[in-house]
Nanobody, 124 residues
Framework: QVQLVESGGGLVQTGGSLRLSCAAS????????LGWFRQATGKERDFVAA?????????YYADSVKGRFTISRDNAEKTVYLQMNNLKPKDAAVYYC????????????????WGRGTQVTVFS
């Protein structure tokens, strides 16, 4: 069983930055591929970024966040991060992290063990 706890959300002005964290339990953290998703009110849960479990740590991003968001991980701390820069009102959502279990990295159905999320609000 894996438990994930997101933190770092908050209220930020357009153009500002936030760093989200997702702390995981479990001994096998370094073997997890992890993803960040977001869900705005009344909308579907959308892929944001993923980081692969290998030491190479290959990353994938949604087109809407490329060049602004960076996913990273610290296996010793069992934590995955999402650095979000140049935030826009359209980035406002609840952000979730999850463990990849197979399939497309971009599909939320490919993930399990979701956290409860952290709210990001962007005002202009």
């Amino acid at each position: 069983q894996v438990q994930l706890v997101e933190s770092g959300g908050g209220l930020v002005q357009t153009g500002g930055s936030l760093r989200l964290s997702c702390a995981a339990s479990g001994r096998a953290f370094s073997s997890y591929t992890l993803g960040w998703f977001r869900q705005a009110t009344g909308k579907e849960r959308d892929f944001v970024a993923a980081i692969i479990s290998s030491t190479a740590g290959r990353t994938y991003y949604a087109d809407s966040v490329k060049g602004r968001f960076t996913i990273s991980r610290d296996n010793a701390e069992k934590t995955v991060y999402l650095q979000m820069n140049n935030l826009k009102p359209k980035d406002a959502a609840v952000y979730y992290c999850a463990v990849y279990i197979g399939g497309s990295y971009y599909n939320p159905d490919s993930y399990n063990y979701w956290g409860r999320g952290t709210q990001v609000t962007v005002f202009s």
